[in-house]
């Protein structure tokens, strides 16, 4: 992607998290009955959380090295994969000191990945090179989040808590059989491959806000709102050849980041 792509994907993130960094610090001081944000429940304890949401898919850094390699050229790709559902599960645990923290899972929904040659290692024109004309990705990952909210670090123990997460964990991303495809010859060359799933490290940072929905007394449901950006690693599809042929060096791979907006439910195991 276009660095100037990735920047305008990123504003919002910068933006938002500079709004919500001034507007904590009012907050932390003010009083406590402040409008829309009343007296909360106590959430201290384990939760189960869910969210689902949207997720916009950026895939940079595509690539192969034909079985010619190195004489053949490093072909690398501009490809782009379709948004679509997310989804998360985890199970976690409430300090109220501001901090929280929770194992989770998350999916996203399954989506093709196709591009053009971009360029080649050594120099030559795409239009002696072959297209990325079929694939799909399929990511899951399991991540530990830790969320922070100043308001409740302030001992502001309101409905309303903005909060700011980071998460660390592991993903695997599963690509289906591919397919490279050279017009560049009379008849078209279309040679397809194996698909094959890899593991990566995987990490995410985002922002958001949560709602308690119940009064005081009341069983504890809170509503979450976010936005997280999350780097899922490298995708790399299978290098065994499914209509004959050489195996390449180095199959079809790329790198896998998501942007998240998302809806969820957070719900205390226990009450007190």
Not at 63 to 90: E, I
Request: charged content about 15%; glycine content about 12%; proline content about 7%.
């Amino acid at each position: 992607m276009k660095p100037s792509a990735h920047i305008s994907r990123l504003a919002p993130l910068a933006l938002s998290v500079t709004v919500l960094a001034m507007l904590s610090a009012p907050l932390a001081a003010a009083p406590d009955n402040l409008p829309g944000a009343g007296l909360a429940s106590v959430t201290y304890g384990p939760y189960l959380r869910a969210e689902l949401g949207m997720a916009t898919t950026d895939i940079t850094d595509g690539s192969w090295q034909p079985h010619g390699y190195p004489t053949d050229p490093q072909v690398n790709f501009d490809l782009s994969g379709q948004d679509g559902g997310f989804g998360a599960v985890a199970i976690g645990f409430d300090w109220m000191n501001g901090y929280r923290f929770d194992l989770g899972v998350a999916f996203s929904e399954s989506m093709s990945v196709t591009g053009p040659c971009a360029s080649a290692s050594d120099g030559s024109d795409c239009a002696s090179h072959a297209d990325i004309t079929s694939a799909s990705l399929n990511t899951n990952a399991l991540m530990g989040s830790l969320y922070y909210s100043p308001l409740e670090a302030a001992g502001k123990n309101t409905t309303f808590n903005p909060f700011v997460v980071v998460g660390l964990g592991l993903a695997n991303n599963k690509v289906g059989d591919w397919t490279r495809t050279n017009d560049s010859l009379v008849t078209g060359v279309n040679r397809s491959f194996e698909g094959d799933s890899s593991t990566s490290l995987a990490y995410s940072v985002g922002f958001g806000a949560s709602w308690q929905l119940t009064r005081p007394g009341q069983w504890p449901v809170i509503l979450e709102a976010s936005y997280r950006y999350y780097n899922f690693g490298t995708a790399q599809g299978g290098s065994t050849p499914i209509d004959g042929g050489e195996s390449p060096v180095t199959p079809l791979k790329f790198d896998v980041e998501n942007q998240v907006v998302s809806i969820g439910v957070r719900v205390p195991l226990q009450r007190m």
